[in-house]
């Protein structure tokens, strides 16, 4: 069992940064993959970054360059730094865990556990 829970959400101006933290319990050598996704009112979600057992990220291109997922030592926290935020970045973002490596820990078909969300406002 994997517990998530999203933290860092807010509201910031275009060009800023915020960093997300997953507080992953239950993770730590499970072989759990950690995806951040998020999503709009209306959209599909969709996968932003991801990291696996192996310490593998990967990043959707829309955010690739400007996000860095990371985790500490224990694994039982992911964190997603976004700088250089942008308005169609405002989303509520979610971390899953699921079994999986490399890019398919971006596919939110193999989350088998969810957090609450954070929203991440961006203004122009």
């Known amino acids: 069992q994997v517990h998530l829970e999203e933290s860092g959400g807010g509201s910031v101006e275009s060009g800023g940064s915020l960093r997300l933290s997953c507080d992953a319990s239950?993770?730590?050598?499970?072989?759990?993959?950690i995806g951040w996704f998020r999503q709009i009112p209306g959209k599909e979600r969709e996968g932003v970054a991801s990291?696996?057992?192996?310490?593998?990220?990967t990043y959707a291109h829309s955010v690739k360059g400007r996000f860095t997922i990371s985790q500490d030592n224990a694994e039982d926290t992911v964190y997603l730094q976004m700088n250089n935020l942008k308005p169609e970045d405002t989303a509520t973002y979610y971390c899953?865990?699921?079994?999986?490596?490399?890019?398919?820990?971006?596919?939110?078909?193999?989350?088998?556990?969810w957090g609450k969300g954070a929203m991440v406002t961006v203004s122009s």
């Open positions: 239950g993770r730590s050598n499970s072989g759990y993959c």
């Open positions: 990291i696996d057992r192996r310490g593998t990220t």
């Open positions: 899953g865990a699921g079994r999986g490596l490399g890019s398919r820990c971006l596919y939110d078909y193999i989350i088998d556990y």
